[in-house]
Structures are given as C-alpha cells and as structure tokens.
Nanobody, 117 residues
C-alpha cells in the first residue's frame, strides 16, 4: 500500500520561509518521479516543482529563484524549500508521486500554506 505523508505547512509572513516534507511509503522511491502541486481557492491545481527519478528538476515560472525541490532517496522523502514567500503563494500544497505508466499515481493529503502581508 502506497502512502504519501506530508508535513511542514503553516502560517508565515510575507518574505518568510517554510519547508515542506513528503515521505513516500510502500514503493521503491528511487524510481518514482516526484512533484509538488498547489491549489488556491477558486484556482486550478498547478505544478509548482518536479524532481524526476533521473535527477532533473523543473519549476513554475512564479516560483523560480524562490523555491527549491530536493529529494533524499535514503529517507524516501521529497522536500520543498520555500523562500521569499508572497501572499499569492497561499494555497494547499500537494505531494505527488508517479511510479510509471504501468502503475497508478498517488497524492498526499495536502498541507495548508498561508502567507500573510
């Protein structure tokens, strides 16, 4: 059984920092493509950052230079380091795992990030 357990959300003032964590249980983490998505009220869910099993990363234009995605294969964990946070970063952030086309993908439960001005 595959589970994605998120943590690290909270409330922070604009300009502050926050670190999200996602622990992946029940699969071989090193072969899984990982990503962070977010969804603000009334908005579509959007890709924030991705980190493939091959080691490549990509970021939404809105977070480039401010957010960093990383992964620790030994701990089966993916992180999202968020710096210089803005009110528009306020959203529920979801961890996503894609183990490959022959397997279903998985979502974390979501963690709320609130950035106040």
């Amino acid at each position: 059984q595959v589970q994605l357990v998120e943590s690290g959300g909270g409330s922070v003032q604009a300009g502050g920092s926050l670190k999200l964590s996602c622990v992946v249980l029940g699969t071989i983490f090193s072969t899984v493509d990982m990503a962070w998505y977010r969804q603000a009220p009334g908005k579509q869910r959007e890709l924030v950052a991705g980190f493939t099993s091959g080691g490549s990363t990509n970021y939404a234009d809105s977070v480039k230079g401010r957010f960093t995605i990383s992964r620790d294969n030994a701990e089966n964990t993916v992180y999202l380091h968020m710096n210089s946070l803005k009110p528009e970063d306020t959203a529920v952030y979801y961890c996503h795992a894609d183990p490959g086309r022959f397997f279903p993908d998985y979502w974390g439960q979501g963690t709320q990030v609130i950035v106040s001005s």
